[in-house]
């Protein structure tokens, strides 16, 4: 969306045309070198889509008829075929990245939100998926935001959903799984249960209604078997969500800084992890490990520190990374910022804010500063080459 938001894409059978590179079109011949260091992206992809072969586009959006109704949503004829030559450079460039990370051995993992954007053209493409009840989604209040949020997505009919075999989610997830090796699933509470909030109204006055649970996954089963799936289960889980989580086998998560904030039985804290864990020193909700280390009480600082055998605040990113890697968790996953010990300035989003969000970007030079010797070492260290 406007803010940068994955979380309210146009489409879930679309990639983002801000992420095409104009290389790429100079690389088809569609562009000059000159055009395609132009700064106005609008300007350079309408030139390139009027030069494209209109009977090559038309034959791709044959082909790819979910991502072809994201492009005819447009209607204007120029804005169908300039979205249209951006999904086929965009869809090339990706194979072409995911088939180079896959020859060198390292997986993709995608990320599947529960819900979509209310303009998403999903709606218009799958109607009998959405309600029509005048609810709509969001969470009650948490950790992260006291009076809940009202997040404004159209909730599922799943009643209905379950009549065709979960096309929808059938459609969405073979789509994402086309392009990456893995995926992890966003918000896995809401297959369980999940928030209904009436239009127009606070957080507080939601109710919790019934998901889809193990019906919906029993009949995805062929496009997960043997694929790596991470269950996003944080929050406040109930037992319906965990036994839920248990019986697919998908990986549950566990964040860092959530064992640091003063309860000493939480299940976050390191030595409490399962095998069947994602361990993250935080995810794209949290602030980077240093800011968070920089904000904490004294005696929840000290605990974090002398738990992660840091000398000292400085320390605390790495010592954290170490520490995951060390746990039994049999995946561990960290943030750019925090491999690079940044500050609250590289944070990637505020859960609760809209603006200000989905901005930071590693530079090449940061790139180049993660050596692979150092961290190649502590994977073998703690037995995970």
Known sequence: DAYGSPYAGASSFAIDGRLLDPET???EGLLSPEEGRGEDREAILSLAAERAERGMLDVYLADHPLTASYCTCAGDEREVYRRALCQYALDRAWQDLHRYAGERGVMLIGDLPFYVAADSADLSLFPSAFSAEGEVAGVPPDAFSPEGQVWGNPLYDFRRMREDGYAYFRAR???LLDRFDGVRLDHFRGYAAYYAIPHGAPATEGRWETGPGQDLFSALSDLLAGRLVIAEDLGHVDEETAALRKATGFLTTRVLQFGFLGDPGSIHLPYRYIEDTAAYTGTHDNDTLQSFAAAMPEGERRYLLDYCGAPTEG????????????????LTVFPAQDLLGLGGEARINTPGRAEGNWAWRMTDGQLTALESGPWLYYNRLYGRK
Do not use: I, K, P, Q
């Open 25 to 27: 079109l100079v690389a």
């Open 173 to 175: 997830l073979s789509y």
């Open 315 to 330: 320390d605390a990113a790495l010592a954290a990374v170490r520490t995951l890697l060390a746990s039994a968790a049999s």
